[in-house]
């Protein structure tokens, strides 16, 4: 039994194939990697399964999971990116990943995009040390950690509207999600909303996207390469600055959403 379980681990854990599947999957949303990215890729995959047996870091750790729900997922901004790049004629665009847990999708762009500024913004000091670890690995210059809630980073004047892109690629309803990220955001940037199901939550957040100061200015369906899953990329310009009472105390937003 224990080589049978060692041999399903061996072929779960390929880089060949881990590389075979991203190549797929990010070519399908019109993206080519090159030698040195595909190389950071596998470095990456290698460390989150080594650190994940120390600690919580994702459940997802297999190639397929890896490669679709993990990296292709993160690079299905980029293109959103590329359009805030070009209308503001340069490439070193600052962006904060809020709640960016095991790195996604803030490390993945960084891989792809290298001239951007990336802060990685998480509540837990373990995550960050794996983050800095990894991008000490993989070389990556130009990108920080910040150990914080966003709750009381936002209201930090080192961050407080400080970027041109806020991306954060989780759980929460829509309207929360708002509160916790367009105080970061610069008047005139965008936050990059990734959810899944969006309309239900695009129609409750009206009335904090009007408190908060921002705008949704479209919104991207589609189905996830090389799986069934339907995902949504949200964005929300800002229009005008956020008040200085938001956000509001840690835990305050989630229990007593803006509506």
């Keep these: 039994m224990a080589d049978n379980k060692e041999t399903d681990m061996n072929e779960a ?24 990215q595909e190389k950071a890729f596998i470095k990456y995959a290698k460390m989150l399964r080594e650190r994940n047996k120390v600690m919580n870091l994702t459940n997802i750790l297999d190639d397929e999971g890896v490669a679709r729900l993990h990296y292709v997922d993160s690079m299905t901004i980029i293109k959103h990116i590329e359009a805030e790049m070009k209308a ?22 960084k891989i792809m995009l290298p001239d951007i500024k990336v802060t990685l913004l998480d509540s837990l000091r373990k995550r960050l040390n794996f983050l800095e ?24 004047k080192s961050h407080r509207e400080r970027y041109d892109i806020v991306t954060a690629r989780a759980v929460a309803a829509l309207p929360v ?4 990220c367009l105080p970061f955001v610069k008047v005139g940037g965008v936050f990059l909303a ?13 009335a904090a996207l009007k408190v908060l100061g921002g705008k949704i200015e ?14 949504s990329v949200i964005v929300i310009r800002k229009i005008r600055n956020t008040p200085a009472r938001y956000p509001r105390q840690a835990g305050k937003p989630s229990k ?4």
């Design 13 to 36: 854990y390929d880089d060949t194939r881990l590389i075979a599947l991203l190549r797929e999957g990010a070519g399908a949303i019109g993206i080519e990697l090159e030698d040195a």
């Design 88 to 109: 503001a004629g340069r490439r070193d665009l600052t962006l904060i990943d809020v709640g960016t847990g095991a790195g996604f999708p803030g490390i993945p762009l």
């Design 133 to 156: 670890d990894v991008c000490a690995e993989l070389d990556l210059k130009g990108i920080r950690t910040a150990h914080s809630r966003a709750e009381d980073a936002g209201k930090d």
């Design 177 to 180: 999600l708002c509160e916790y």
């Design 194 to 206: 990734m959810k899944a199901h969006s309309e239900e939550e695009t129609a409750r957040s009206e």
């Design 218 to 231: 479209s919104t991207e369906k589609f189905i996830l390469p090389g799986t069934n899953i339907e995902r």
């Design 256 to 259: 007593d959403p803006i509506a």
